[in-house]
């Protein structure tokens, strides 16, 4: 069993930078792949990035890459996303999620666990 709680999200002009995190408890973090997803108001969660338990693979949608940077720190049980040049349309629910299960990182149907949220909004 893994517990999520991510914090971090806040209200920022366009074209600035968040860091999200996500903290989870629980003994066997190290080996769960997590999964940073988003969701705005009237539309699917969708996926943002991923990372595998090592930290050797990372992933990310089309429409963040260059400009979000996912790490970890299994010693901390923590994961971060680190936002920059962030758009207006970005403004969501931004969720992190774990999985032990190894493939499809970017399908929110293949994790277990799933935190609470924590809102980002982008003003113009």
């Known amino acids: 069993q893994v517990q999520l709680v991510e914090s971090g999200g806040g209200l920022v002009q366009a074209g600035g930078s968040l860091r999200l995190s996500c903290a989870a408890s629980g003994r066997t973090f190290s080996t769960y792949n997590i999964g940073w997803f988003r969701q705005a108001p009237g539309k699917e969660r969708e996926f943002v990035s991923a990372?595998?338990?090592?930290?050797?693979?990372?992933y990310y949608a089309d429409s963040v890459k260059g400009r979000f940077t996912i790490s970890r720190d299994n010693a901390k049980n923590t994961v971060y996303l680190q936002m920059n040049s962030l758009k207006p349309e970005e403004t969501a629910v931004y969720y992190c999620?774990?999985?032990?299960?190894?493939?499809?990182?970017?399908?929110?149907?293949?994790?277990?666990?799933w935190g609470q949220g924590t809102q980002v909004t982008v003003s113009s």
């Open positions: 990372i595998t338990w090592s930290g050797s693979n990372t």
């Open positions: 999620a774990a999985t032990s299960n190894p493939y499809y990182p970017k399908e929110k149907g293949r994790y277990d666990y």
